[in-house]
């Protein structure tokens, strides 16, 4: 590795893959306990999509779709809010078991193994193997192993916690939550969240690379609009989060599609078609390379269908 102000820039695209998911301030102070703690999460969680209507409507993803991202004193976040097209029923026996969300994790390029477990304490693990390019080899990849926990899952509302202690290249205390409540007996609304910290060092080795080899690389939130009348697009920390917040998310509306889950390459393909259709955000690789990845992923691990 150079020097330690300068990470190569294979490294620094994968600081922010493997900042998966995490519990945005606000829903980590939800309460979990089963004496009512799920009833006011539900309840919190349906006054913010009450708030947050009016923006969902007027998404700029052509469906109801509300991203926000920050950089936090030690760290970034980033948090997507979704109105989804799915029954909590469904999206409950989705996504309840730390195997699923292995399933679901693996759809993203630099992810290339996972694995499900449990402690001898008893507690639920869910280990991820992340490469610093799609090409490498599993063998390079580092291990992510997050805690799983199922905080609520009632007929109104699933919470799913994962957190990290450390990560690699200087990076810790990594948070995940999904909650999701029903709207009705069709529609759900979802909150996707994760944050992670990050030393001083790696925040200004991210910040040199996308100054220079990154600067091209923008994330959703509009700014302004160019001399062109083009909309201009944040760019630096929050631009990278933001990019990696959708691409996460993205992975999950694949694997909710009852059609998708029904074979690998389906989930594959949806997932990849998802990610094309904002190709100045989230290009990086053809349908056949990537296909052929993950291909090459399920039967290395005997997991073919």
């Not at 301030?25 to 349906?46: E, N, Q, T």
């Not at 109105?83 to 290339?112: F, G, M, Y």
């Not at 029903?182 to 609304?189: C, G, M, N, T, V």
């Not at 969240?193 to 200004?204: A, F, I, P, T």
């Amino acid at each position: 590795m150079s020097s330690p102000f300068f990470l190569p820039a294979s490294w620094v695209r994968i600081l922010a893959g493997a900042a998966l998911f995490a519990v945005s301030a606000h829903a980590a102070a939800l309460p979990s306990d089963p004496a009512g703690g799920s009833a006011s999460a539900a309840d919190a969680l349906r006054a913010m999509h009450q708030r947050m209507s009016g923006k969902l409507e007027r998404s700029s993803f052509g469906r109801p779709i509300q991203l926000d991202s920050q950089e936090t004193p030690s760290g970034l976040q980033g948090d997507i809010y979704a109105v989804v097209d799915h029954p909590l029923p469904e999206i409950s026996a989705a996504l309840k078991q730390s195997s699923q969300w292995c399933e679901l994790l693996t759809l993203h390029v630099n992810n290339r193994r996972c694995r499900a477990g449990t402690t001898p304490q008893g507690q639920d693990m869910l280990t991820l193997f992340v490469v610093r390019r799609y090409d490498k080899p599993v063998e390079q990849a580092f291990q992510l192993p997050f805690a799983y926990r199922v905080a609520s899952a009632t007929p109104e509302h699933l919470s799913v916690e994962m957190n990290a202690a450390n990560g690699p290249l200087g990076t810790s205390n990594y948070r995940v939550t999904l909650e999701a409540v029903a709207l009705d007996d069709r529609k759900s609304f979802l909150h996707f969240g994760y944050s992670y910290d990050h030393n001083v060092m790696v925040r200004l080795a991210t910040q040199a690379y996308l100054a220079t080899f990154g600067r091209d690389k923008v994330g959703f939130t509009v700014i302004g609009k160019g001399a062109d009348g083009q909309p201009e697009y944040i760019r630096g920390l929050r631009g990278l989060v933001e990019r990696n917040a959708m691409r996460y998310f993205l992975t999950l509306d694949a694997y909710l599609s009852s059609e998708s889950r029904a074979q690998a390459e389906r989930r594959e393909r949806h997932w990849f078609a998802a990610a094309e259709r904002y190709p100045r955000q989230l290009h990086e690789i053809d349908l056949e390379t990537y296909l052929a990845i993950k291909r090459e992923d399920r039967q290395r691990d005997g997991a073919g269908r």
